[in-house]
């Protein structure tokens, strides 16, 4: 076989045909012949390169240049400079619009630069179906590190120091509850992780699970040799199936390299772990009720105490904690207390997770500093409103937290300044509203959500939350009276001081919330019979100006029911007794004549 | 067996072995109902009233908490379902940038409430407190396709594609 | 090792289906003599009996992770349920297809949510040697133009990208 030392490449796509590829390879053809060439040089014509708007396209290799817009008169050129004198003919190359170093960093982007990824670290860049590239990245080391370096007590006394506190809502210290659980008397302990994220608009923990499923497995080993127990579950809602699909390779793959099962790197500690799927009750986030469905029966909560550290699972002692407080502990345990206790605030240690959705225009999940503002997250994070549309408020922490008004929007994120604010950490949601949303219907909307995900075990949540759903569905419906402001006030207090478990106690957050801050919302629907923010459509009264209509005729033919009526070129009229207010012929209206009220 | 006395159909034979191996494999685990369950729906795509009763006797669990579980859990359904299930998300993203009036369109074009199922079995309508894909909110998923970034008046066309 | 995804020629992917066990997996399948590479090989099967195994086993992944950053062009699909929702598997058949097509080498592997979820689908592109590159909201039209411009010819598709990672 013949060597060359050469390969000119001409594209023979159909677009760099036409724009004289074949000239341009024949011209090569007669000029290698001119140089005696023809023996060294081989001519090859390549299929399209997609890079049409740039042919012809030529590529001389070993060299690989890339020359675009090439023309048969360029080719003598390219062929004595490149091919006899291997020098690079500059102005055919193509220039690439950027550089490597044009393009920002991600820390560079505003959606980055506030974050700080301590959960998500490996979320996003390793694949979450190979051990061994979360294992290249460190994956494991703190297992290792626990398992022969540390005592359980030293386990406990490390994450006791790191100030990590629950991140499924509640906030208890998890160095605490480990340590209760490692009290209990009982051989037998069991290990939980609640992967039932139900709030709507959070989802967190399934991009844990689905991005770096091992950072959670290896946290709850690290955690069972703490507390000192030998099987583990982790219950996940039915409806991630990717999240379970990932976490069932991880687990295999895990247990193949004898990172979990029997006698784990020849420590003598033992860790088996189970899934368990969910069956789509929201309730099951609650502690008992989800030990309750694990053991097989409807999972509604009970009363504590005995609370699971004392009696859980099966009766034994247990401890639970959710994805992302799991997903925390192996860097706590590798980077020491210190370090993660440097984030932060004085009662908030670390950073949290949120999902950034409504109408914000960078939606998505970011992780801060505890301590961050609102301010930061909505407007440097999350890019601030869709639209020019006024900002009125976040609702954080879904169906169990509280509405966050304007005026306070430079309140610090940590589990204690939310709490005075009348919202809650929760889960991480974290709704952005404008002003078109409308409070009273977001609060009818979180406790229509909770009535119908109650159990129906204690009466304060099963009756309350229907009554005061009753209550905020008439009153959006415009057939409110004075009172009914009281009665929820009354309502709420009683359900969140009596009810039996969390979803309860939580429950009337969003009404009181809202009530707390945006009181004259609801009194204008009461009183004035409005809605301010044009969101309740039985509130809504649609008129024609009769100064701006011109009488085209657009909103008469558009409107469904046959409302409007009217000559041609002479103001139009809606008839309130049929109008139904779906909105469409103010839709339609091209001279803004019909007033929405 | 069939009650009307009729030879069974291969299918519901082979329906049977599955049940049967679905019990073996979850003989003797503790907390092994709801899986039982899961699969059970996943065989027959609904939970049929002789199945739940199978299921009481071979676990050994009472009918009355079989039924009970049953009809907590709001994956599990005692009735046929549609060929398509369409799923109407109104989690609170999709709440505050319209997810109610897609629902209502749906409502229209099906002509059905929601969990209703069309008398030709096509369709049934559920909704959902979120899907989890806030970011194209509002949200509808027909099967396992999500549409995202709706308005009503995209409907139409994306529901005609579903037989 | 476990890995079980393509098993045959078909590579599946549950989608994120509700409640509905029964239709919660999706195929679709890859091209013949598809350019898919999964990583099996990296680390020999072995059961880790002791902590200078896994320290053993760490190194070597480490190791052959960078060695493979170094020889191959890798691209990235964002796959978490927000990616999938947002059409991140029919770009990557749309990687496959292209890839095959042009006969490129190239390894295809997958992760999960970054959490831009406005920006899915997403699709990193690294080079040997060069830095880790992100584009955003990719169709699968777009994918030609990834596939020439960057993989095949290290060209930056600028009005895709979205940002790069600092470490490699």
């Given at each position: 076989m013949q060597l060359v030392r050469a390969h000119v490449l001409v594209c023979g796509g159909t677009s760099c045909t036409s724009s004289g590829s074949k000239q341009v390879q024949e011209v090569f053809q007669k000029e290698l012949e001119k140089h005696k060439l023809e023996q060294e040089v081989k001519i090859v014509e390549t299929g399209c390169h997609g890079f049409c708007e740039m042919g012809p396209l030529v590529i001389i290799y070993p060299e690989g240049t890339f020359y675009v817009r090439v023309t048969p008169e360029d080719v003598p050129e390219l062929v004595e400079?490149?091919?006899?004198?291997?020098?690079?003919?500059?102005?055919?190359l193509y220039k690439a619009p950027v550089t490597e170093e044009q393009i920002p960093t991600y820390k560079e982007i505003a959606f980055y630069r506030k974050q700080l990824r301590?959960?998500?670290?490996n979320c996003g860049s390793?694949?979450?179906?190979?051990?061994q590239e979360y294992i290249a990245r460190g994956g494991y080391e703190g297992l290792e590190k626990v398992l022969f370096e540390m005592s359980p007590e030293d386990v406990i006394a490390e994450v006791k120091r790191s100030g990590l506190r629950g991140r499924?809502?509640?906030?208890?210290p998890t160095g605490l509850k480990w340590e209760f659980c490692r009290r209990s008397p009982g051989d037998l302990k069991y290990l939980i992780c609640n992967?039932?994220?139900?709030?709507?608009?959070?989802f967190m923990d399934r991009s844990v699970l689905e991005g770096d499923p091992h950072s959670v497995i290896e946290g709850m080993t690290i955690a069972a040799y703490g507390i000192g127990c030998r099987e583990g579950y982790i219950y996940v809602r039915a409806e991630y199936p990717l999240a379970i699909k990932r976490l069932k390779i991880a687990i295999a793959q895990a247990e193949e390299l004898g990172l979990?099962?029997?006698n784990i790197l020849g420590s003598g500690f033992s860790f088996d772990l189970h899934i368990k799927e969910g069956a789509?009750?929201?309730?099951?986030?609650e502690e008992t009720a989800l030990m309750a469905s694990i053991e097989g029966r409807r999972g509604m909560p009970r009363v504590r105490p005995p609370f699971p550290a004392q009696r859980?699972?099966?009766d034994k002692p247990s401890n639970i904690n959710n994805v992302e407080t799991y997903a925390n502990v192996s860097v706590i345990i590798l980077r020491g207390a210190d370090w993660f206790a440097g984030m932060g605030t004085e009662k908030s240690k670390g950073t949290k997770v949120f999902a950034l959705t409504g109408k914000?225009?960078?939606?998505g999940l970011v992780e801060v500093p505890m301590g961050i503002t609102l301010r930061e997250i909505i407007?440097?994070?999350?890019?601030?409103?869709?639209?020019d549309k006024q900002f009125k408020g976040v609702q954080i922490g879904g169906p169990s937290g509280g509405c966050i008004p304007v005026e306070l929007i430079d309140t610090p994120i940590d589990y204690e300044s939310l709490i005075a604010a009348g919202a809650m950490m929760g889960s991480g949601g974290l709704v952005v509203m404008d002003e078109t949303t409308c409070m009273v219907d977001l609060a009818r909307f979180f406790l229509n959500f909770t009535q119908s995900e109650s159990?129906?075990?204690?009466t304060p949540c099963r009756e309350g939350t229907k009554r005061m759903l009753e209550i905020l569905t008439r009153i959006c419906e415009g057939k409110?009276?004075?009172e009914d402001i009281d009665t929820l006030e009354r309502l709420g207090r009683v359900i969140k001081g009596t009810a039996l478990c969390g979803l309860g106690n939580t429950a009337p957050n969003p009404v009181l919330s809202t009530l707390r801050y945006f009181r004259h919302e609801y009194e204008a629907h009461i009183?004035?019979?409005?809605c301010p923010a044009h969101a309740c459509s039985a509130l809504l009264v649609f008129t024609i100006d009769e100064e701006k209509c011109?009488?085209?005729g657009r909103c008469l033919k558009a409107c469904p029911v046959g409302a409007i009526s009217g000559a041609k070129k002479e103001p139009h009229k809606i008839d309130p007794e049929k109008c139904?207010?779906?909105g469409t012929c103010f839709e339609k209206c091209?001279?803004?004549?019909i007033l929405r009220l | 067996m069939c009650e009307c006395g009729c030879t069974q159909p291969a299918e519901d034979v082979q329906k049977e072995r599955e049940l049967e191996t679905l019990f073996e494999s979850w003989r003797?685990?503790?907390?092994?109902l709801i899986p039982i369950l899961q699969g059970a729906q996943a065989i027959y795509g609904y939970l049929p009233r002789e199945v739940l009763l199978q299921i009481a006797r071979e676990t050994g669990i009472p009918p009355s908490r079989v039924f009970g579980v049953a009809t907590f859990y709001?994956?599990?359904?005692?009735s046929p379902r549609g060929r398509n299930i369409v799923r109407v998300c109104l989690g609170t993203a999709c709440h505050v940038r319209g997810g109610a009036r897609i629902f209502e369109r749906v409502q229209q074009e099906l002509e059905i409430g929601n969990n209703e199922t069309t008398p030709d079995l096509r369709f049934t309508l559920e909704t959902v407190?979120?899907?989890?894909?806030c970011g194209l909110s509002p949200v509808i998923m027909v099967n396992d396709d999500t549409h995202g970034r709706?308005?009503?008046?995209k409907l139409k066309d994306i529901l005609v594609n579903y037989q | 090792m476990y890995f079980p995804q393509n098993e045959g020629k078909e590579v599946k992917t549950p989608g994120?289906?509700?409640?509905?066990?029964?239709?919660?997996s999706q195929t679709w399948s890859i091209p013949?003599?598809?350019?898919?590479?999964?990583?099996?090989?990296?680390?020999?099967?072995v059961t880790l009996k002791s902590r200078e195994d896994l320290k053993q086993l760490r190194e070597k992944a480490k190791e052959l992770v960078a060695a493979r950053e170094t020889g191959r062009t890798k691209v990235i699909v964002g796959m978490g349920t927000c990616g999938i929702a947002a059409g991140a598997r029919e770009v990557m058949a749309a990687i496959l297809e292209e890839l095959n097509r042009r006969n490129v080498q190239a390894t295809v592997t997958q992760t999960g949510c970054i959490g831009m979820c406005e920006k899915e689908p997403l699709v990193d592109v690294q080079r040997p040697g060069e830095k880790r590159i992100t584009y955003g909201n990719v169709k699968p039209s777009d994918v030609p133009r990834i596939i020439?411009?960057?993989?095949?010819?290290?060209?930056?598709?600028?009005?895709l990208v979205v940002a790069r990672f600092e470490e490699i």
């Open positions: 400079e490149h091919l006899l004198k291997g020098r690079i003919v500059n102005r055919l301590v959960a998500l670290r390793i694949n979450p179906e190979n051990i499924g809502g509640g906030g208890f992967a039932d994220e139900g709030d709507p608009g959070a979990l099962g029997e789509g009750a929201f309730v099951c986030g859980g699972l099966w914000i225009n960078n939606t407007f440097e994070i999350g890019g601030g409103i869709v639209g159990c129906g075990k204690c409110g009276v004075p009183m004035d019979k409005r011109i009488g085209c139904i207010k779906c091209r001279q803004n004549a | 003797g685990v503790k907390g092994s709001a994956q599990f359904h005692l407190a979120c899907l989890g894909c709706l308005a009503p008046d | 994120f289906g509700v409640r509905s066990q029964k239709n919660s013949e003599n598809s350019v898919l590479i999964e990583d099996k090989t990296l680390v020999a099967d020439t411009g960057h993989v095949l010819h290290g060209h930056i598709v600028e009005d």
